[in-house]
C-alpha cells in the first residue's frame, strides 16, 4: 500500500563533503515536503539499534561504525507513493548502479558511504521516524 511518509539521513560522509544542503535541496526540488529536521549524531549503540535488521550481516560492524563517526541529517518527508519515490529519487545502495540524476549517482562515494538513506517500507518509515522524532516534532 502507498503511504505518504518516509525517512532519510544525510550520512556523514555527505555532510563532511558539505553536500547536505545540495542533497536537501534536490529532495525539495522533487516534490519531497519536510514533515521533521535535525542535525544530530548518533551514538554507538544508536546506530546499531538503528541498523539492527542487518545484525547478521558481513557488513554490519562497519556500517554501524561508520554511522556514528560524525554528525548527520536526519528527516521524515511527505509526498504521495513516499517510500516508492524516494528510493527512485536516491538510487541502488551501491553508487556503481545508480542511475544518472539520481542523489547516490551524483553524491555517494562507495556502497558504505553511500550518501543517504531511505527506508525501504512503509512500515520501517514509521518505526524510523519514531526512533528519531517525537510526534510533537512532526509537522
Ligand atoms: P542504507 O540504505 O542506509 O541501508 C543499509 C545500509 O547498509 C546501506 O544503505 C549501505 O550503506 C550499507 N551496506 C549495504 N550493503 C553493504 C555492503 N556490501 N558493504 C558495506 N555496507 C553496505
Same mark, same amino acid.
Given at each position: =500500500? @502507498? /503511504?505518504?511518509? *518516509?525517512?532519510?539521513? $544525510?550520512?556523514?560522509?555527505?555532510? %563532511?563533503?558539505?553536500?547536505?544542503? &545540495? ?43 561508520? =554511522? @556514528? /563517526?560524525?554528525? *548527520?541529517?536526519?528527516? $521524515?518527508?511527505?509526498?504521495?507513493? %513516499?517510500?516508492?519515490?524516494?528510493? &527512485? ?51
Amino acid at each position: =500500500m @502507498a /503511504s505518504n511518509r *518516509t525517512f532519510t539521513m $544525510i550520512k556523514p560522509e555527505a555532510v %563532511a563533503a558539505g553536500h547536505a544542503g &545540495k542533497i536537501l535541496d534536490m529532495i525539495m526540488a522533487n516534490g519531497f515536503r519536510v514533515v521533521s529536521l535535525k542535525y544530530t549524531r548518533i551514538s554507538h549503540h544508536e546506530a546499531g539499534a538503528f541498523y539492527e535488521v542487518h545484525k547478521e550481516r558481513p557488513f554490519y560492524g562497519e556500517l554501524v561504525d561508520y =554511522m @556514528a /563517526s560524525g554528525p *548527520t541529517y536526519v528527516a $521524515i518527508l511527505e509526498k504521495e507513493n %513516499a517510500v516508492e519515490d524516494f528510493r &527512485k529519487l536516491i538510487g541502488a545502495t551501491d553508487p556503481a548502479n545508480a542511475e544518472e540524476g539520481t542523489i547516490r549517482k551524483r553524491f555517494a562515494e562507495s556502497k558504505a558511504k553511500n550518501a543517504v538513506h531511505g527506508s525501504d517500507s512503509n512500515e520501517n518509515a514509521l518505526i524510523e521516524g519514531h526512533f528519531f522524532f517525537s510526534t510533537r516534532e512532526q509537522h
